[in-house]
Antibody, heavy 119, light 107 residues
Framework: EVQLVESGGGLIQPGGSLRLSCAAS????????MSWVRQAPGKGLEWVSVIYSGGSTYYADSVKGRFTISRDNSKNTLYLQMNSLRAEDTAVYYCASQGGASSGPYDYWGQGTLVTVSS | SYVLTQPPSVSVAPGKTARITCGGN??????VHWYQQKPGQAPVLVIYYDSDRPSGIPERFSGSNSGNTATLTISRVEAGDEADYYCQVWDSSSDHVFGGGTKLTVL
């Protein structure tokens, strides 16, 4: 059974940093396209970042230069390093897998981890 | 940037058919995926590649995509279908794009 479990969320002050983790089981992170998708309170889904199986990474303009996506193949875990956090980054952050095609669907999702940026 | 437009809300009586649209420039040339999200839960894929259903999704869920509009159709709507629905595509210039979401209310 495929399972994605996020962790690392919490309350952080503006300008601070946080690292989210997404531990996978039942499949191999490095063989899939893995994304972070966020949802601000009461709002819709917003794609944040993707890492392709080949290692290429891409970011939404809203987080480019502040967030870094990475993975640890030995731990089968996806990460999102978030720096210079702003109030507008407050959201539930989901990791999601996309198989092997950029045009493919997000077939598995984690349960999400809440990040609150506030003083 | 590529934009997907969904109606904010759709209401339907139980047993009737709900249609949720997703508008985008020449969306018919793209692969559209649909997700269902219930309160406090992660999204769940209900339709992929325009019209395919993942295992475990009822046949009542179907999809189509042509021209500038993709449509998610839910037949014989049940109370348990009440949720937010999001369409999603990949665009070479905008990467992964989600629609704004549609709240389906079962009357």
């Amino acid at each position: 059974e495929v399972q994605l479990v996020e962790s690392g969320g919490g309350l952080i002050q503006p300008g601070g940093s946080l690292r989210l983790s997404c531990a996978a089981s039942g499949f191999t992170v490095s063989s899939n396209y893995m994304s972070w998708v966020r949802q601000a309170p009461g709002k819709g889904l917003e794609w944040v970042s993707v890492i392709y199986s080949g290692g290429s990474t891409y970011y939404a303009d809203s987080v480019k230069g502040r967030f870094t996506i990475s993975r640890d193949n030995s731990k089968n875990t996806l990460y999102l390093q978030m720096n210079s956090l702003r109030a507008e980054d407050t959201a539930v952050y989901y990791c999601a897998s996309q198989g092997g095609a950029s045009s493919g669907p997000y077939d598995y999702w984690g349960q999400g981890t809440l990040v609150t940026v506030s003083s | 940037s590529y934009v997907l437009t969904q109606p904010p809300s759709v209401s339907v009586a139980p047993g009737k058919t709900a249609r949720i649209t997703c508008g985008g420039n020449n969306i018919g040339s793209k692969s559209v995926h649909w997700y269902q999200q219930k309160p406090g839960q992660a999204p769940v894929l209900v339709i992929y590649y325009d019209s395919d259903r993942p295992s475990g999704i009822p046949e009542r869920f179907s999809g189509s995509n042509s021209g500038n509009t993709a449509t998610l159709t839910i037949s014989r709507v049940e109370a348990g279908d009440e949720a937010d629905y999001y369409c999603q595509v990949w665009d070479s210039s905008s990467d992964h794009v989600f629609g704004g979401g549609t709240k389906l209310t079962v009357l």
